[in-house]
């Protein structure tokens, strides 16, 4: 199966956060260092094993999987499916159909395979939320069935949230479509430097870039919206902006006024 029209649950989450990672990721591009990546990594293969236990319930166990093992591992439709959303692929070739020679076993039903996050941090955010919807979407692929709810186990007390897929589905689309868009373009996505920086191994790659284009996402304390406006009057830089400023003019004192 061809690589370029699959997307990974990495490319993703990383798109939400910030498109030029996510094409850099696409890409295979090495980051100048693998800091935050390593830490994250290391957090999440401790925290997982543990948030798998606290959702079993009772007698009744749930199985937990990776997405490449949905093909052999579905012997009991009685219980739950976990499929863990970090390792889904979606196929730009499959979009509403089953994945051809792989389908999962008939005692199964889909309704029992549930797309699922852990997510090591307290507080939960949207592209958490879009990540388990990408996870839906992708099982839906190859189940035949979008599931109705997936679930995301998150903080140190493995609090459990249901997440309505139908509530994300359409924006988690969006995201996937602008996606398709930049894989099939020649040129990269524009660079903006966000929030997400201080916690991304691309940084320093990124900001020697926006340094050396003169990039108004240098200036923080700019809005993504004022950008835009500055964009439509031919305004890409910080010099060309510096060019349209006026200062403020000078209150009359009370001896002026009277001269």
Known sequence: MNASNQISAAVFSAFVKCPTKAHLLAIGEPAPGAFFVDIEARISSMYKPVAKRQLHSGAKVAEFLEFGQLWCSLDDGTIPHYVDCDTVVYDFALPQRRREGRQPQKSSPSGNVVPVLFLPWDKPNLSDNLLVCFGALALS????TLADTGTLIYGDGYRRRSVRIGDHVVRTRQAIEAIR??????EPPPLVLNRHCAVCDFQPMCRALAI????LSLLTAMTAKERTKCNAKGIFTITQMSYGYRPRRRKRTGACQRL
Do not use: K, L, N, V
């Open 181 to 186: 868009a930049t894989r099939s373009s020649r």
């Open 141 to 144: 692929q190859a189940i035949g």
């Open 212 to 215: 050396e284009h003169d990039d």
